[in-house]
Protein backbone atom coordinates (compact mmCIF):
# COMPACT_ATOMS: atom_id res chain seq x y z
CA UNK A 1 0.00 0.00 0.00
CA UNK A 2 1.41 3.27 -1.06
CA UNK A 3 2.31 5.85 2.15
CA UNK A 4 3.79 9.26 2.91
CA UNK A 5 7.34 9.26 3.47
CA UNK A 6 9.21 12.08 6.02
CA UNK A 7 13.20 12.11 5.96
CA UNK A 8 14.64 13.16 8.97
CA UNK A 9 12.67 10.52 11.59
CA UNK A 10 15.00 12.87 14.19
CA UNK A 11 16.26 16.12 13.74
CA UNK A 12 18.44 18.48 16.24
CA UNK A 13 19.30 22.01 15.03
CA UNK A 14 20.58 24.79 16.91
CA UNK A 15 18.13 28.12 18.09
CA UNK A 16 18.87 30.18 14.76
CA UNK A 17 20.07 27.93 12.05
CA UNK A 18 17.70 26.84 8.83
CA UNK A 19 16.28 22.95 8.51
CA UNK A 20 14.32 21.85 5.62
CA UNK A 21 12.19 18.68 6.52
CA UNK A 22 11.48 16.42 3.81
CA UNK A 23 8.26 14.65 2.37
CA UNK A 24 7.60 12.22 -0.73
CA UNK A 25 3.40 12.21 -0.87
CA UNK A 26 2.18 9.47 -2.31
CA UNK A 27 2.39 9.54 -6.01
CA UNK A 28 -1.18 10.11 -7.31
CA UNK A 29 -1.87 12.32 -4.88
CA UNK A 30 -2.41 15.95 -5.52
CA UNK A 31 -2.77 18.30 -2.50
CA UNK A 32 0.13 18.22 0.20
CA UNK A 33 -0.50 19.37 3.85
CA UNK A 34 2.17 20.25 6.52
CA UNK A 35 1.02 19.76 10.67
CA UNK A 36 2.86 20.04 13.46
CA UNK A 37 2.49 18.34 17.20
CA UNK A 38 3.93 20.19 19.88
CA UNK A 39 4.45 17.28 22.84
CA UNK A 40 0.92 16.61 24.27
CA UNK A 41 -0.62 18.70 22.30
CA UNK A 42 -3.00 18.48 19.57
CA UNK A 43 -1.96 18.33 15.96
CA UNK A 44 -2.37 22.00 14.12
CA UNK A 45 -2.19 22.58 10.43
CA UNK A 46 0.13 24.59 9.22
CA UNK A 47 -0.09 24.71 5.46
CA UNK A 48 -1.85 23.31 2.38
CA UNK A 49 -0.54 23.61 -0.97
CA UNK A 50 -2.04 22.57 -4.42
CA UNK A 51 -0.49 23.24 -8.41
CA UNK A 52 2.78 24.78 -7.05
CA UNK A 53 1.43 27.32 -5.02
CA UNK A 54 -0.18 27.89 -1.42
CA UNK A 55 -3.83 27.20 -1.16
CA UNK A 56 -3.95 27.55 2.70
CA UNK A 57 -2.31 28.72 5.41
CA UNK A 58 -3.19 28.88 9.51
CA UNK A 59 -1.57 32.01 11.51
CA UNK A 60 1.57 29.30 12.78
CA UNK A 61 2.64 30.23 9.53
CA UNK A 62 4.63 33.02 8.99
CA UNK A 63 7.44 34.01 7.30
CA UNK A 64 9.91 32.17 8.50
CA UNK A 65 8.45 28.88 7.39
CA UNK A 66 8.27 28.26 3.31
CA UNK A 67 6.63 25.10 1.33
CA UNK A 68 8.88 23.71 -1.72
CA UNK A 69 7.77 21.15 -4.24
CA UNK A 70 11.04 21.19 -6.02
CA UNK A 71 10.64 17.94 -7.97
CA UNK A 72 7.82 15.65 -9.12
CA UNK A 73 7.86 13.76 -6.00
CA UNK A 74 9.46 15.79 -2.84
CA UNK A 75 7.64 18.38 -0.64
CA UNK A 76 9.67 20.41 2.26
CA UNK A 77 9.27 22.74 4.72
CA UNK A 78 11.91 25.08 5.49
CA UNK A 79 12.50 26.67 8.61
CA UNK A 80 14.60 29.96 8.10
CA UNK A 81 15.28 30.91 11.54
CA UNK A 82 14.72 28.09 14.18
CA UNK A 83 13.35 28.68 17.86
CA UNK A 84 12.93 26.88 20.77
CA UNK A 85 9.01 26.67 20.42
CA UNK A 86 9.52 25.39 17.13
CA UNK A 87 10.20 21.90 18.20
CA UNK A 88 7.65 19.39 17.74
CA UNK A 89 6.78 16.36 15.54
CA UNK A 90 5.99 17.89 12.15
CA UNK A 91 3.92 15.80 9.82
CA UNK A 92 3.58 16.18 6.26
CA UNK A 93 0.28 14.66 4.66
CA UNK A 94 -1.51 13.95 1.18
CA UNK A 95 -4.69 13.50 -0.89
CA UNK A 96 -5.98 13.49 -3.93
CA UNK A 97 -8.20 15.61 -6.07
CA UNK A 98 -11.13 16.91 -4.87
CA UNK A 99 -12.77 15.61 -7.81
CA UNK A 100 -12.93 12.33 -6.39
CA UNK A 101 -14.85 11.09 -3.77
CA UNK A 102 -12.13 10.40 -1.04
CA UNK A 103 -10.81 13.24 0.79
CA UNK A 104 -8.98 11.58 3.06
CA UNK A 105 -5.02 12.61 4.21
CA UNK A 106 -2.65 10.18 4.51
CA UNK A 107 0.02 11.22 7.12
CA UNK A 108 3.20 10.02 7.21
CA UNK A 109 5.29 8.96 10.20
CA UNK A 110 6.48 12.26 11.24
CA UNK A 111 10.00 14.54 11.97
CA UNK A 112 10.83 14.78 15.32
CA UNK A 113 12.55 18.47 15.19
CA UNK A 114 14.67 19.97 18.66
CA UNK A 115 15.74 22.94 18.60
CA UNK A 116 18.15 23.88 21.15
CA UNK B 1 -12.75 29.08 12.79
CA UNK B 2 -13.61 25.56 13.59
CA UNK B 3 -13.18 24.24 17.26
CA UNK B 4 -12.76 20.27 17.37
CA UNK B 5 -13.06 19.59 21.63
CA UNK B 6 -12.63 15.91 22.22
CA UNK B 7 -13.27 13.38 25.52
CA UNK B 8 -12.20 11.76 27.25
CA UNK B 9 -8.28 12.36 27.58
CA UNK B 10 -7.34 8.74 28.74
CA UNK B 11 -9.59 6.15 28.61
CA UNK B 12 -8.64 2.18 29.94
CA UNK B 13 -10.94 -0.32 29.16
CA UNK B 14 -10.75 -4.29 30.10
CA UNK B 15 -9.90 -6.28 26.79
CA UNK B 16 -13.28 -7.31 25.25
CA UNK B 17 -15.18 -4.18 26.53
CA UNK B 18 -16.30 -1.30 24.43
CA UNK B 19 -14.75 1.99 24.21
CA UNK B 20 -16.70 5.10 23.14
CA UNK B 21 -14.51 8.63 22.48
CA UNK B 22 -16.50 11.59 21.85
CA UNK B 23 -16.01 14.47 19.74
CA UNK B 24 -18.03 17.89 19.33
CA UNK B 25 -17.39 20.47 16.44
CA UNK B 26 -18.15 24.10 16.60
CA UNK B 27 -18.52 25.19 12.43
CA UNK B 28 -21.73 24.03 10.84
CA UNK B 29 -20.09 23.88 7.57
CA UNK B 30 -17.86 21.16 8.31
CA UNK B 31 -18.58 18.08 6.53
CA UNK B 32 -16.08 15.64 6.66
CA UNK B 33 -15.02 14.20 9.95
CA UNK B 34 -12.21 11.33 9.97
CA UNK B 35 -10.75 9.58 12.95
CA UNK B 36 -7.47 8.57 13.30
CA UNK B 37 -5.43 6.18 16.00
CA UNK B 38 -1.61 7.16 16.21
CA UNK B 39 0.70 4.49 17.77
CA UNK B 40 3.78 5.82 20.02
CA UNK B 41 6.70 6.84 17.13
CA UNK B 42 4.38 6.73 14.04
CA UNK B 43 2.15 9.22 12.31
CA UNK B 44 -1.52 9.65 12.43
CA UNK B 45 -3.35 6.45 10.36
CA UNK B 46 -6.67 7.07 8.65
CA UNK B 47 -9.34 4.31 10.86
CA UNK B 48 -12.48 5.56 9.80
CA UNK B 49 -14.62 8.29 8.29
CA UNK B 50 -17.83 9.87 7.70
CA UNK B 51 -19.34 12.40 5.77
CA UNK B 52 -22.07 14.60 6.72
CA UNK B 53 -24.97 12.94 4.51
CA UNK B 54 -24.73 9.67 6.56
CA UNK B 55 -25.31 8.94 10.75
CA UNK B 56 -23.29 5.94 10.74
CA UNK B 57 -20.70 4.30 9.23
CA UNK B 58 -19.56 0.93 10.10
CA UNK B 59 -15.95 -0.99 9.59
CA UNK B 60 -16.02 -4.43 11.85
CA UNK B 61 -15.17 -4.03 15.09
CA UNK B 62 -15.00 0.12 14.18
CA UNK B 63 -18.10 2.35 13.79
CA UNK B 64 -18.76 5.94 13.94
CA UNK B 65 -22.05 7.94 14.37
CA UNK B 66 -23.03 11.95 13.42
CA UNK B 67 -25.15 14.16 14.78
CA UNK B 68 -25.56 17.31 12.66
CA UNK B 69 -27.62 18.85 14.64
CA UNK B 70 -26.03 18.46 17.97
CA UNK B 71 -22.52 18.69 16.06
CA UNK B 72 -20.93 15.53 17.72
CA UNK B 73 -19.40 12.51 16.84
CA UNK B 74 -18.56 9.81 18.38
CA UNK B 75 -16.19 6.50 17.18
CA UNK B 76 -17.04 3.13 19.09
CA UNK B 77 -14.57 0.41 19.46
CA UNK B 78 -15.82 -2.93 20.36
CA UNK B 79 -14.56 -6.39 21.59
CA UNK B 80 -11.68 -4.59 22.42
CA UNK B 81 -8.07 -5.69 22.09
CA UNK B 82 -4.58 -4.45 23.35
CA UNK B 83 -3.58 -3.87 19.59
CA UNK B 84 -5.82 -1.23 20.01
CA UNK B 85 -4.05 0.98 22.35
CA UNK B 86 -2.98 3.87 20.76
CA UNK B 87 -3.98 7.88 20.80
CA UNK B 88 -6.82 8.21 18.81
CA UNK B 89 -8.06 12.00 17.27
CA UNK B 90 -11.01 12.89 15.26
CA UNK B 91 -10.78 15.82 13.24
CA UNK B 92 -13.49 17.95 11.29
CA UNK B 93 -13.23 19.44 7.63
CA UNK B 94 -14.64 21.15 4.74
CA UNK B 95 -14.88 18.62 1.39
CA UNK B 96 -13.47 19.52 -0.89
CA UNK B 97 -9.72 18.79 -0.70
CA UNK B 98 -7.44 21.71 0.27
CA UNK B 99 -8.55 22.40 3.44
CA UNK B 100 -7.44 21.72 6.71
CA UNK B 101 -8.31 19.53 9.12
CA UNK B 102 -8.99 20.76 12.99
CA UNK B 103 -7.88 18.15 15.01
CA UNK B 104 -9.28 17.47 18.72
CA UNK B 105 -6.74 16.97 21.73
CA UNK B 106 -6.70 12.89 21.94
CA UNK B 107 -7.69 9.86 23.64
CA UNK B 108 -5.26 8.20 24.85
CA UNK B 109 -6.96 4.65 25.15
CA UNK B 110 -5.15 1.68 26.82
CA UNK B 111 -6.98 -2.19 26.39
CA UNK B 112 -6.15 -4.00 29.64
CA UNK B 113 -5.64 -7.75 29.13
Known amino acids: EPEVTQTPSHQVTQMGQEVILRCVPI?????FYWYRQILGQKVEFLVS????????KSEIFDDQFSVERPDGSNFTLKIRSTKLEDSAMYFC??????????????FGPGTRLTVL | GENVEQHPSTLSVQEGDSAVIKCTYSDSASNYFPWYKQELGKGPQLIIDIRSNVGEKKDQRIAVTLNKTAKHFSLHITETQPEDSAVYFCAASIFPSGNQFYFGTGTSLTVIP
Open chain 1, 49 to 56: FYNNEISE
Open chain 1, 27 to 31: SNHLY
Open chain 1, 93 to 106: ASSRDSSVSTDTQY
